[in-house]
């Protein structure tokens, strides 16, 4: 399995390749490095790695827009971002933009070793599946979506316009069917789990940036009716969005007084 690391440090870049040396697995690794966004394209495109390993902020190109550009080329391209940043914004933009998962800087040996396996797994997986069953859409030639490939989509793309009929339609199952699967995969109907989610984005939002709350419904699928956004968070959370970020902000402050 080819793998490519992008780091602007090359001494980061030869830490992560000893710790593929390390790994107990029982495929074998194939590691290049690229300490650019222009290194790594030519390498990406030369070699097709099936993992892509990259940090975000590098002199001469975010990894977030190599992260864009090779998810856009193959979704099955198992993409990993690292940060030394624990920042919300930086992690819903690198899901947004295709990556797989996310990790902080320095790295554990033993939890990238685990994401790491996690990843190469569902790689192999997805390239069985692809190989066992025919795509719906034999023009697109992508691969069935397991159902834990949905909850994924639907964190990734909690902005954009969602349905169950498309969702049913790229895993190949009926509409119905997709509704009974969902349901015994989350616990949950499709149009329940997505509004919890997008709420819970929202309190995210509303606690950890200083977004206007039109622009926080924008960013969980409200664009076109934000005016909806404080009726469904009212009746999920109980409070008004004002009323929330007014209360989590007292609570916050009350929190630094006592310290004092």
Not at 45 to 61: A, K, L
Not at 93 to 119: H, Q, R
Not at 210 to 233: L, T
Request: charged share 25%.
């Amino acid at each position: 399995m080819k793998v490519l690391i992008v780091d602007d440090e090359q001494i980061i870049c030869e830490s992560i390749k000893a710790d593929f040396a390390r790994m107990a697995h029982p495929w074998e690794y194939e590691v290049f490095a690229a300490q650019s966004v222009t290194a790594a394209q030519d390498i990406y495109y030369r070699e097709e790695p099936q993992i892509v390993i990259t940090d975000i902020n590098m002199p001469g190109g975010s990894g977030l827009i190599l992260v864009s550009e090779i998810h856009k080329h193959n979704p099955a391209c198992a993409l990993l971002v690292l940060s030394a940043y624990d920042n919300f914004e930086y992690v819903r933009n690198a899901f947004t933009m295709g990556a797989w998962d996310y990790i902080l800087k320095p790295l554990a040996f033993s939890e990238f070793e685990n994401c790491v396996c996690k990843l190469a797994k569902k790689v192999l997986a997805e390239k069985e599946a692809c190989g066992r069953r025919q795509c719906a859409d034999v023009a697109d030639k992508k691969c069935v979506f397991a159902m834990d490939d949905v909850v994924e989509y639907i964190q990734q793309h909690v902005g954009e316009k969602l349905s169950a009929s498309e969702l049913a339609r790229k895993m190949a199952v009926s509409y119905s069917s997709f509704g009974k699967l969902f349901r015994e995969h989350t616990g949950k109907s499709f149009s329940s789990y997505l509004l919890w989610y997008r709420m819970e984005c929202a309190k995210e939002y509303l606690e950890n940036s200083s977004m206007k709350i039109k622009q926080v419904a924008s960013k969980v699928g409200y664009r076109e009716n934000p005016q909806h956004f404080s009726r469904d968070f009212t009746r999920q959370v109980g409070v008004s969005p004002k009323e929330y970020r007014a209360k989590r902000f007292a609570k916050c402050a009350s929190k630094e007084e006592g310290s004092l």
